[in-house]
């Protein structure tokens, strides 16, 4: 999720596409990058905070109109416990941010993103 990187697939994509600019660019999975080894959440926070100032450079550019996330938001398995905490997320954003795409799992499976509660608040709906 380095800017570098960023730009670079970004411009990769929209050449491919044969377009100017894309609806919404998402960053998949950013807590994953938890896994390696010596790279803390903080880290991640550190590596997501640059990634969103690119992104707004990206919509400035008029090659991006938006941008989004794509997480778990809660620990997906007790195996698995790194995971975004939504409302840190949010405060890494700019005034007037250009985040306007949240994707997460919801499924029979996967109920969470209903039941459990997030950041302190409660569920979004009681079992």
Request: include cysteine.
């Amino acid at each position: 999720i380095e800017p570098a990187w960023i730009e670079e697939e970004l411009t990769r994509s929209l050449e491919r596409l044969g377009l100017a600019c894309v609806d919404c660019l998402l960053l998949h999975c950013p807590e994953f990058a938890s896994r390696a080894a010596g790279v803390s959440m903080d880290a991640v926070y550190e590596r997501v905070g640059r990634a969103v100032e690119h992104l707004e450079l990206e919509v400035a550019r008029g090659r991006a109109a938006r941008y989004g996330v794509s997480a778990a938001f809660y620990p997906l398995r007790a195996s698995e416990p790194e995971h975004l905490s939504l409302g840190r997320l949010l405060g890494l954003l700019p005034a007037g941010h250009h985040l306007a795409v949240l994707q997460l799992p919801l499924n029979f499976a996967e109920p969470d993103a209903l039941l459990a509660p997030h950041d302190g608040a409660a569920p979004l709906l009681k079992s």
